[in-house]
């Protein structure tokens, strides 16, 4: 009697993948040390890991009902001003862009083509610590001139909150906060990205409220560059 048996015949053997080492040793395109799934050193998948839980921890924190309210706020301005000072103001100033493809009308506080603030405007004032001497100055002058203040801050308790009629606070450390137990990061990294973040977020909102299509938006995007 003949018994049938199939044979499987050994094709080639397949070269591992990018994720993947070989059977008889490691990747040849990785360095000691670095993630397997990345390829990135291991302390720097870590870090990024770090920024990513932090941002998502305080966002997750933030009041959204204040939030809410600050849409509403910058829907009924007839102008919007911004100011922050260092990497809160370079957060600020992308939120400005942002707004400004909506079709709102906004100034930087500081640059030589701001006009002056009036009644029914209103100035969004980022400050970690809510007691940057500059930004306080602004937002009482802005007071004084019967304009409305928003907020952004770590310190429901600062001198800016004081002044503003909405505070929105970021659950993050000041740069003046060093004990690591509000954010692991350097100084007030976390308020800053967290600060840009949120504004992304209202701006996606608002641009699926108002039907701005990304054709609409283009639109508004500079061509002197």
Same mark, same amino acid.
């Given at each position: 009697?003949? &018994? $049938? *048996?199939?044979?499987? &015949?050994?094709?080639?053997?397949?070269?591992?993948?990018?994720?993947?080492?070989?059977?008889?040793?490691? +990747?040849?395109?990785?360095?000691?040390?670095?993630?397997?799934?990345?390829?990135?050193?291991? +302390?720097?998948?870590?870090?990024?890991?770090?920024?990513? /839980? $932090?941002?998502? %921890?305080?966002?997750?924190?933030?009041?959204? %009902? @204040?939030?809410?309210?600050?849409?509403?706020? !910058?829907?009924?301005?007839?102008?919007?001003?911004?100011?922050?000072? =260092?990497?809160?103001?370079?957060?600020?100033?992308?939120?400005?862009?942002?707004?400004?493809?909506?079709?709102?009308?906004? +100034?930087?506080? =500081?640059? *030589?083509?701001?006009?002056?603030? #009036? %009644? =029914?405007?209103?100035? !969004?004032?980022? #400050?970690? /610590?809510?007691?940057?001497?500059?930004?306080?100055? &602004?937002?009482?002058?802005?007071?004084?001139?019967?304009?409305?203040?928003?907020?952004?801050?770590? *310190?429901?308790?600062?001198?800016?909150?004081? !002044?503003? $009629?909405?505070?929105? @606070? !970021?659950?993050?450390?000041?740069?003046?906060?060093?004990?690591?137990?509000? #954010? @692991?990061?350097?100084?007030?990294?976390?308020?800053?990205?967290? *600060?840009?973040?949120?504004?992304?977020?209202?701006?996606?909102?608002?641009? %699926?409220?108002?039907?701005?299509?990304? $054709?609409?938006?283009?639109?508004?995007?500079?061509?002197?560059?």
């Amino acid at each position: 009697m003949v &018994v $049938e *048996t199939s044979v499987t &015949v050994p094709g080639p053997p397949r070269p591992p993948q990018d994720d993947e080492a070989p059977e008889n040793g490691p +990747h040849p395109d990785r360095k000691p040390g670095t993630s397997s799934r990345s390829g990135m050193p291991g +302390h720097l998948e870590r870090a990024a890991n770090l920024v990513l /839980s $932090e941002n998502r %921890r305080a966002l997750n924190d933030v009041s959204w %009902r @204040a939030v809410t309210k600050l849409v509403t706020l !910058i829907s009924g301005a007839d102008r919007v001003f911004v100011l922050g000072e =260092g990497r809160s103001g370079l957060a600020v100033r992308m939120a400005a862009m942002r707004l400004m493809h909506l079709g709102l009308q906004v +100034h930087v506080v =500081g640059e *030589t083509t701001t006009p002056p603030l #009036s %009644r =029914g405007d209103v100035l !969004i004032a980022v #400050s970690g /610590s809510g007691g940057t001497p500059g930004v306080v100055l &602004v937002a009482e002058q802005v007071r004084a001139a019967g304009g409305q203040i928003a907020a952004l801050t770590t *310190t429901p308790s600062s001198p800016l909150a004081a !002044i503003a $009629e909405l505070v929105v @606070a !970021i659950p993050a450390a000041s740069k003046h906060d060093h004990d690591s137990e509000s #954010s @692991a990061q350097f100084a007030g990294s976390l308020f800053e990205q967290s *600060t840009l973040l949120l504004f992304d977020a209202l701006f996606h909102a608002l641009s %699926r409220d108002l039907g701005k299509t990304s $054709e609409v938006l283009w639109a508004a995007h500079a061509n002197l560059e």
